[in-house]
């Protein structure tokens, strides 16, 4: 159980344009998901927490007009990283938390912007 | 500030050896802490889940320990396989204080595991 899908798991896309990740709980409903984003060698660093039907609350730093998140359901978010640029070329890794506060983390997506 | 620090920053084992990875926390207050593998290109998977209460809690050849008095945990792997090369991420939760009841992790850089024949 507590499965966390993601897709795509990898994106590569020219400058300019949008990209969508979807985050999915496939067994669970999480009351919470999280979106975060990875650079070679670091950390998960929070972007943003979303509750269903709510809006995302985003980190500082954070630009919420670049990372759009949509929460629709207790089992699906998604993240539009809208203009991208090659500096926004990451690994972005979503959660969903439960109501026990513990967290199960999605496998991952790749983004390269050319 | 709520602080995780991991160490060391990586190590190289021969395979069938044994290994231990330190994590020392600072978070208030504390409820639990947690070990995570994330092996490359792939997302964080659970290993344990320590509250206050427990020393030690195993997950097959992966046993964590937790001394909340010095906030200090380890996670020691025994008889490595090649299969253990990861990095291994301390995360320990606590509130986010601008919102109530909220609460984000803290998450430790990472100890990368490199498990050679």
């Known amino acids: 159980g507590a499965v966390v899908s993601q897709h795509p798991s990898w994106v590569i896309c020219k400058s300019g344009t949008s990209v969508k990740i979807e985050c999915r709980s496939l067994?669970?409903?999480?009351?919470?998901m999280f979106w975060y984003r990875q650079f070679p060698k670091q950390s998960l660093m929070l972007m943003a927490t979303?509750?269903?039907?709510?809006?995302?609350?985003?980190e500082q730093g954070v630009e919420k007009d670049k990372f759009l998140i949509n929460h629709a359901s207790l089992t699906l978010s998604t993240l539009t990283v809208t203009s991208a640029h090659p500096e926004d070329s990451s690994f972005y890794i979503c959660?969903?938390?439960?109501?026990?506060?513990?967290?199960?983390f999605g496998p991952g997506t790749r983004l390269t912007v050319l | 500030k709520n602080q995780v620090e991991q160490s060391p920053q990586s190590l190289i084992i021969l395979e069938g050896k044994n290994c231990t990875l330190q994590?020392?926390?600072?978070?208030?207050?504390?409820?639990?802490l947690r070990w995570y593998k994330q092996d490359t290109g792939r997302g964080p998977v659970s290993l344990t889940i320590?509250?206050?209460?427990?020393n030690t809690k195993s997950n097959g050849r992966y046993t964590a320990t937790l001394d909340a008095d010095t906030k200090q945990s380890s996670l020691h792997i025994t008889a490595s396989q090649l299969s253990d090369s990861a990095s291994y991420i301390c995360?320990?939760?606590?509130?986010?204080?601008?919102?109530?009841?909220?609460?984000?992790?803290?998450f430790g850089a990472g100890t990368t595991v490199t498990v050679r024949a």
């Open positions: 959660s969903a938390g439960t109501y026990n506060n513990e967290q199960f």
């Open positions: 067994d669970f409903q999480a009351t919470t």
């Open positions: 979303s509750n269903e039907g709510s809006k995302a609350t985003y």
């Open positions: 994590c020392n926390y600072t978070v208030s207050p504390f409820s639990n």
């Open positions: 320590m509250t206050f209460s427990e």
């Open positions: 995360v320990v939760p606590h509130l986010a204080l601008s919102r109530s009841n909220d609460y984000k992790l803290s």
